[in-house]
């Protein structure tokens, strides 16, 4: 088991940044590959990133590839998202997720409540 707590999101308007955070309890952090999900109003919820458990390895949907950037701090137990040049499009409630069998686009067991992400434009 492990529980995710999100962070970092916020209002910002269009062409800047913004940094998620994502800090995970328990000790086995280590071996889950690390997600990061977003749900846009009326919207599914879709993939945005994916990191592996030792970071060397990640995975983006198109439209973040260039402006997104996940990262992980293993001693920390925290996964980031650093957002630059962002868009209107990117609103959404933004997830982290865990995936236990180190798959990046595996079935995520455990999730975070989600933080708001909204870009004015």
């Known amino acids: 088991q492990v529980q995710l707590v999100e962070s970092g999101g916020g209002l910002v308007q269009a062409g800047g940044s913004l940094r998620l955070s994502c800090a995970a309890s328990g000790r086995t952090f280590s071996i889950y590959a690390m997600g990061w999900f977003r749900q846009a109003p009326g919207k599914e919820r879709e993939f945005v990133a994916a990191?592996?458990?030792?970071?060397?390895?990640?995975y983006y949907v198109d439209s973040v590839k260039g402006r997104f950037t996940i990262s992980r701090d293993n001693a920390k137990n925290t996964v980031y998202l650093q957002m630059n040049v962002l868009k209107p499009e990117d609103t959404a409630v933004y997830y982290c997720?865990?995936?236990?069998?180190?798959?990046?686009?595996?079935?995520?067991?455990?999730w975070g409540q989600g933080t708001q992400v909204t870009v004015s434009s």
């Open positions: 997720a865990a995936e236990r069998y180190g798959l990046l686009r595996g079935s995520y067991d455990y």
């Open positions: 990191i592996s458990r030792s970071g060397g390895s990640t």
